[in-house]
């Protein structure tokens, strides 16, 4: 049976050379083309100023997949990316982040949302004082020029400087700005723009791996794409006295547009849990 996404073009809201990274898995797992229309995707949002929330992650990427049915009307299918790095909450020293691709289908009612979280990145934050001699070698832990930095005043953190290509561009730009800052400080920190950071460009290929994977299932019964695990369901009885247990019990599978579902045991064949995860026997 012929994959119905195959020789099919998928729209991609980039402005940042995205179709490098995904182009690769959606034609290799799909044999589907990835074709990317003009867009203004900056619109609605940069890398440059705060760091988005998750939540709104996606409905930024639905957003932009919607901007591409505008801009290709003969296109059923729309691809669209957003990433959020920094410092995680939780471990407040550790850079990480979290890659989403939203993919949708408007012709079959697909709507699928990949997430990819990893600590693959190079994304930093610095204050340095006019004429620092710790600036060229924090420049160069940062990977630049092969990856991407924005350099911004301290006390005004609203008009960050990009597309600087030069280590002395770099620090002309953090004299200047450290100058005119409250604090004397200027701000480098990382530009994570996909075309900038090819540690990024990595993240994004694994995910578009994942979701062009996911996308290659059909569903048993209605032979939509899309077919896989939607959630599962606690409760794998303890093994010393049977009780349910917050251990998962079934993994089910389904399909987002028919509604079929069949939950399956776990993959790694346990019918019981530990006792020592068992509430009723400690
Ligand atoms: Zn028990
Ligand atoms: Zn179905």
């Not at 409905?59 to 410092?87: H, I, N, Q, R």
Request: with cysteine; aromatic share 6%; net charge positive.
């Amino acid at each position: 049976m012929v994959h119905p996404y195959a020789n099919q073009r998928i729209g991609l809201a980039t402005m940042h050379g995205k179709e490098c990274a995904l182009a690769a898995p959606f034609r290799r797992v799909l044999g589907a083309r990835i074709v990317v229309p003009p867009l203004d995707t900056d619109a609605l949002g940069t890398f440059s100023g705060e760091v988005p929330r998750p939540d709104a992650l996606v409905e930024t990427a639905l957003l932009k997949a919607e901007m591409v049915f505008e801009a290709m009307p003969d296109v059923d299918c729309a691809l669209a990316s957003e990433g959020s790095y920094g410092p995680i909450e939780r471990l407040p020293l550790v850079p990480g982040g979290v890659e989403l691709l939203a993919f949708v289908d408007r012709k079959h009612g697909i709507r699928h949302v990949e997430t990819m979280a990893t600590h693959r990145t190079t994304w930093r934050l610095q204050r340095f004082a006019k004429g620092d001699p710790d600036r060229l070698l924090a420049l160069k832990g940062m990977g630049f020029p092969r990856f991407g930095v924005f350099v911004v005043c301290s006390s005004d953190m609203s008009r960050p400087i990009k597309n600087l290509a030069t280590v002395d561009e770099v620090i002309a730009a953090m004299d200047r700005e450290a100058e005119r800052s409250q604090d004397g400080l200027a701000v480098l920190y990382s530009d994570m723009r996909a075309h900038k950071n090819p540690m990024r460009m990595l993240v994004l290929r694994a995910a578009g791996f994942r979701l062009a994977k996911r996308l290659q299932r059909l569903c048993p019964k209605c032979h939509a794409p899309g077919y896989g695990p939607i959630g599962s369901r606690r409760g794998l009885p303890c093994e010393a006295c049977g009780e349910p247990t917050h251990w998962i019990d079934f993994e089910i599978d389904g399909c987002s547009v028919c509604g079929h579902a069949v939950s399956r045991p776990r993959k790694d064949g346990r019918r019981t849990a530990p006792r020592r995860s068992c509430k009723a026997c400690r």
